[in-house]
């Protein structure tokens, strides 16, 4: 998983962040037929798709038939972060849903989650009759996520990618080398294979190794072979794409001003309890700062 790899081989730092997907789930669970009917999704195909992207990043997939509440994992899972080992149990949390299609939101389930990895099976019982860490799940998504908030999330992440390419990078690299390098670790999880040339002073190899990716989840896929040409001229020729900053631009491209880049509150892009995920988070901040600076990510 890319995630763990950055981990240990560059030291970075995880904050796991909570957030409340379909909050008005009861407590038994509701079926997945239930969830999606009169949307036209094949659920068995979503499940497949779903699958395969798990196997390209090494982890397992179950097959489940019910969603359940997640609200009291994520309280349990912020108690367990202040625990000495306690992320632990983000891992057993992801296994028992996404594998084993345990109900995490059945208090007697999470506290035996809880205990398998070691934290104390009394302190994680009041943690989920007493809500003791209600508040401050609470407190984390009150207003979703405001653009100060994006930025710091984009910036942070492409500051971990960046680490890893200087870290192992053993030749000089002019700047738009570096940034081009910076872009493939962020769209593949690392750089490495790109990095072995540009050591051994092979940048050609470089720009048409970038040139050949082409894959997202292990299928084609025609914006990440475009956006990867684009990448291997940064690197060849320090071409980046022509900036688009004025507001008649902005307006050419549907947006009536500069503060339409983000609503207020990113919670338009999320599920309709309001709060974004994380991935859509990250994606509304590579396009704002694609839309301000012309250089896609």
């Known amino acids: 998983m890319r995630i763990e790899r950055l981990r240990k081989e560059h030291g970075v730092q995880i904050k796991w962040v909570h957030f409340p997907l379909h909050p008005d789930t009861p407590q038994e669970g509701r079926s997945l037929e239930d969830l999606f009917a009169g949307r036209g999704y094949d659920i068995p195909k979503m499940q497949a798709q779903m699958r395969a992207r798990m196997e390209a990043e090494g982890l397992p997939y179950g097959t489940r038939t019910m969603t359940y509440n997640s609200r009291l994992a994520q309280e349990l899972g912020a108690w367990a972060d202040t625990q000495p080992g306690g992320e632990a149990i983000h891992d057993a949390l992801f296994r028992a849903y996404f594998v084993e299609a345990r109900n995490i939101g059945d208090p007697e389930v999470l506290v035996e989650i809880a205990q398998s990895v070691g934290l104390p ?97 292990g299928k084609f896929s025609s914006g990440v072979a475009s956006r990867m040409k684009k990448v291997a001229n940064i690197y060849r020729h320090g071409l980046y794409p022509k900036p688009e900053t004025t507001r008649e631009k902005l307006r050419a491209r549907g947006l009536k001003d500069i503060k339409d880049l983000y609503p207020n509150k990113l919670n338009s892009v999320g599920n309709k309890f309001g709060r974004p995920t994380e991935e859509n988070q990250k994606r509304q901040a590579e396009l704002a700062y694609f839309r301000m600076t012309g250089t896609q990510i």
Do not use: C, P, Y
Request: hydrophobic share 45%; aromatic share 8%; charged share 20%.
């Open 121 to 217: 099976a009394e302190q994680a019982r009041e943690v989920v009759e007493k809500r003791t860490f209600k508040a401050q799940i609470d407190a984390e998504f009150a207003n979703g996520l405001t653009e100060e908030e994006a930025w710091q999330l984009f910036q942070s992440d492409v500051a971990n990618f960046a680490q890893a390419v200087k870290s192992k990078a053993q030749t000089a690299l002019a700047q738009n080398q570096f940034d081009a390098l910076v872009m493939v670790a962020f769209q593949k999880g690392n750089a490495n294979d790109q990095l072995v040339h540009a050591n051994s002073g092979n940048h050609e190899a470089v720009a048409s190794s970038i040139e050949a990716i082409n894959k997202s989840g």
